[in-house]
């Protein structure tokens, strides 16, 4: 009985380890190339966000040619991306804030470990604008509106 329990708990331990090395990243993670024209501000660790949920994160960049770069998408198991989706770095106007966005579409096909995917571009966010008040009177509202808000 003490060696299934010395045993058993030798297995705990090394499941225990392998949760925080790499190896354990490689089956959590799905890698794919995301190709883009320009990084706007992209550096690694920076989130993969789809409907304001996080699906990965990037693991890293390099130049393809002059023009243009391949960010390298560490995208989680459980989640995977339609063919044909909407992928975008979504970066602020100074870069200093940035995360790649995924608006999925209805395909029955997915990317698959390895596929490299074309960017639709780049979102620049200006997060200094300033919402101003508004004062409008009720009664010059139409009525269908009026009665919402009532």
Known sequence: MKKKIYFLGMILI???????????????YYKVYLQVNDLNGIKEGDLIENQSNTIGYVKSFEADSDSSFVVILSVTNDFQIPKNSQIRIVSDLDNTSSYVNIL??????????????ISHGTVLLNKNIQLQEIKVDIDSLPEGIRALIN
Do not use: P
């Open 14 to 28: 090394a499941m225990s380890s392998l949760t925080s090395c790499k190896f354990w990243n490689q089956i959590k």
């Open 104 to 117: 999925m579409s209805h395909s029955k096909r997915n990317y698959s470990t390895g596929d490299t995917i």
